[in-house]
């Protein structure tokens, strides 16, 4: 690090390096801890080497196998999950300290002249450490690292002319694949090590010709020898930094996650790692367009040239301050907004949450049009008014039907387009009624807006899954509407408290069900009750079957019991609770059953029902207290996923009414269960012994850090 050329004598041609390393002082000022941070990353950087060897014994380049092998380092090595541990956690701590040394050299003008070169150098190592992060965040192929991948691939494929050409040449083909990884560990373990060593040795030979830096207001005084008085301070720093980093590695391990899967859809908050978060969320903010240029490409030609400019600032700086001598001043000012906009913008993508889209505003016909899927293809307000400028009500399926009946005309804009919806609509309660007449039924414009008619597919249109039950309610919760149908106008209140609404519109699962997958769309009618458990089989298949081979069959239909419904209701299906099974408390036996011989059954299916949700949740509480503590229990946890299917196939058999055959599921489970127990027991067992370890590591550091400082003290009172 370099302010002023220090006082040391230059190298001459016949001084060698060994005297010119024993001669060599530090100076001693208020920016002097600045030093050690240099020194910190080195120290970093080569535990980063030791670990990534290590790891390369076991590790395994490939979509099939590279999760895998991970996982074997972690759960079966000898102290693999130590190594991977330190290994990831000094990346980023190496990141971080690199962050603050250059931050230090800028703030200082450490750049100044003669050390421009060292500055150029250490910008490229600064590149070269950012590449290993983002190539080595990839490698465990785990979920969160394969679709954050997918995404810093696509921002790079945005650069101006060469991105299509970097896209592919990154992932090796045009998606993220096998051969993805492939490229990445090349990069990962030769190009960017061996581009690192040489920038390093590059960066290193340069501070020891041109010195390390004073202020500039730093006039003669004190120094201290490098060797041996600097050297110690500088092994301090080091322990320090093993000490966090053995602390971190073995109080928050490194999480493995997920295995990725390419044809998974990709998680909620997904965002890169924390030394790109800034860029990602300078992205968002950025306008679609700036100009006529697209904004995407514009960020991203932003921040090629403010590398640029800050690897040219020593020599846009002596520039300036040949002409006005407080231009370096400026200098120093942009660099604190940059550190500022950095750390904001980094808070704000960790601490930002989702926003959804707001509900369509009233507008005019003709300003709702312009967002109107006809219109985008071309449809013109005379296609559907040149001969009926005001259609009635009971016209205006017959008029949508003039297009959408018609499937030549309908491939032209979609070949898979459904031809049938009015021939459907003909035969729905809606459309009886309102081709006789019936005035207060729905009709096309009712569910899919007038003017503003968008794709199903958007999230804004009244028929999207999410919207197409507030969009029924509009007329089903009308009780003046409904009273004369005598139909109640609290469906929806009763399916907002539903377990299918509470996953499609709290966790916006759209394969959970609503209005329209068990009335119908455009032939919607209510289901007869001999029709109901066809209706609920769509989804719930198994219980369909078991329900039919059960005692409960037959009498149902005698009668006239609309199936399901009976223990579950209609619109207000709520999640399923093993005290249903059950003659007492919220039990829905009881209704039905009363003799000794069918409590009996009931009672003893649910007390193996009951025995296993028991045995799971116990297990499911130490696997997690292993997990919080850093375990790697994926296999555990997978045993037990295992272990909680079949508990669920036993609620399902209950429509079976047999408790042979929950039995059947149950036993075999609760052995799985002790299994999956007993191996969270060892997993706890392991983290005490982590612990201790660490707690005798810490001593040994602590021990080691306190003998240098008093050999330090010693030496210095020479």
């Known amino acids: 690090m370099a302010f002023e050329q220090q006082h040391s004598p230059p190298l001459r041609g016949g001084e060698s390096l060994l005297q010119r390393f024993r001669d060599k002082t530090v100076p001693i000022h208020r920016h002097t801890i600045w030093y050690y941070f240099g020194g910190m990353t080195l120290f970093l950087f080569s535990v980063q080497v030791v670990t990534g060897i290590l790891l390369l014994l076991y590790y395994r380049p490939t979509a099939e196998s590279a999760f895998e092998s991970v996982q074997f380092i972690m759960a079966e090595v000898s102290f693999g999950w130590l190594i991977r541990s330190i290994h990831s956690w000094s990346a980023n701590l190496m990141i971080l300290t690199l962050f603050i040394h250059m931050a230090s050299v800028y703030l200082t003008r450490a750049y100044r002249r003669p050390r421009e070169a060292t500055w150029i150098s250490g910008v490229g190592l600064l590149v070269v450490v950012l590449g290993f992060g983002f190539s080595g965040y990839l490698l465990p192929w785990n979920k969160l690292a394969f679709f954050a991948t997918q995404v810093g691939t696509q921002i790079v494929g945005s650069v101006p ?132 240029f697209e904004g995407e490409r514009v960020a991203i030609l932003g921040f090629g040239l403010l590398l640029v400019l800050i690897a040219a600032v020593p020599l846009l700086e002596a520039r300036s301050s040949s002409v006005r001598p407080s231009a370096s001043g400026w200098f120093t000012m942009l660099g604190w907004i940059l550190l500022l906009y950095v750390f904001v913008m980094t808070l704000s993508g960790y601490l930002e949450t989702p926003v959804f889209a707001s509900a369509l505003q009233e507008a005019a016909p003709d300003e709702l049009f312009k967002s109107d899927i006809h219109n985008q293809l071309g449809i013109t307000c005379g296609d559907c008014h040149k001969d009926n400028p005001q259609p009635e009500k009971r016209e205006v399926a017959a008029l949508c039907a003039r297009c959408h009946s018609d499937l030549n005309y309908m491939r032209r804009f979609n070949p898979q387009m459904r031809v049938d919806q009015f021939a459907e609509y003909q035969t729905s309660v809606h459309g009886m009624r309102n081709a006789r007449g019936d005035e207060n039924v729905a009709t096309c414009t009712s569910c899919h807006s007038v003017h503003d008619i968008r794709r199903v597919r958007d999230p804004r249109s009244p028929v999207y899954p999410t919207q197409i039950a507030s969009t029924c309610a509009k007329c089903h919760s009308d009780t003046k509407r409904m009273a004369a149908y005598k139909i109640p ?27 329209n997958n068990c009335h119908g769309n455009h032939g919607a009618r209510p289901p007869g009750v001999d029709s109901v458990a066809s209706v609920c089989g769509q989804c719930h298949r198994q219980e369909k079957d078991l329900f039919g081979k059960s005692p409960h069959a037959q009498p149902f239909q005698n009668l006239g019991l609309a199936g399901c419904v009976v223990c579950h209701e209609n619109h207000e299906i709520r999640k399923t609770d093993d005290r249903m099974l059950s003659t007492e408390g919220i039990g829905v036996c009881s209704a039905c059953h009363s003799d000794d011989a069918s409590v009996m059954k009931i009672r003893d299916m649910q007390s193996s029902i009951l025995k296993l949700r028991l045995d799971i949740d116990t297990a499911s509480e130490t696997l997690e207290r292993a997990e919080r503590a850093g375990m790697e229990i994926s296999k555990t946890k997978f045993n037990l996923e295992q272990v909680h299917a079949e508990l669920v196939k036993a609620r399902v058999s209950v429509h079976a009414f047999s ?17 999956a127990h007993k191996n969270a027991d060892r997993a706890l067992e392991e983290v005490a012994f982590r612990r201790r370890g660490l707690g005798y590591a810490l001593i040994a550091i602590a021990v080691t850090i306190i003998g240098l400082l008093l050999k330090i003290r010693e030496i210095e009172s020479r």
């Open 489 to 515: 106008a609290n469906q929806f209140d009763k399916y907002r408290k539903s377990v299918h609404a509470t996953a499609l519109l709290d966790r916006h699962d759209l394969a959970a069900p609503s209005c």
């Open 659 to 675: 408790p042979e055959k929950i039995a059947e599921l149950t036993n075999p489970a609760m052995t799985m269960t002790a299994a």
């Open 161 to 292: 002319i060469v991105g299509s050409f970097l896209l592919k040449f990154l992932r090796g083909g045009e998606n993220v694949t096998g051969a993805t990884i492939t490229r990445f560990y090349a990069f990962h373990v030769a190009i960017l090590p061996a581009t690192a060593t040489a920038l390093l040795a590059l960066h290193l030979l340069l501070v020891q010709l041109y010195g390390m830096s004073t202020p500039p207001d730093y006039k003669a005084g004190r120094t201290m020898r490098f060797f041996p008085n600097f050297l110690l301070r500088d092994i301090v720093g080091w322990l320090v930094a093993l000490g966090v980093l053995a602390a971190l590695a073995a109080i928050f391990p490194w999480d493995l996650g997920v295995k990725a899967d390419p044809f998974a859809p990709a998680p909620k908050g997904i965002r890169p790692e924390w030394f790109f978060v800034w860029m990602f969320q300078t992205l968002k903010i950025v306008p679609a367009h700036v100009w006529i």
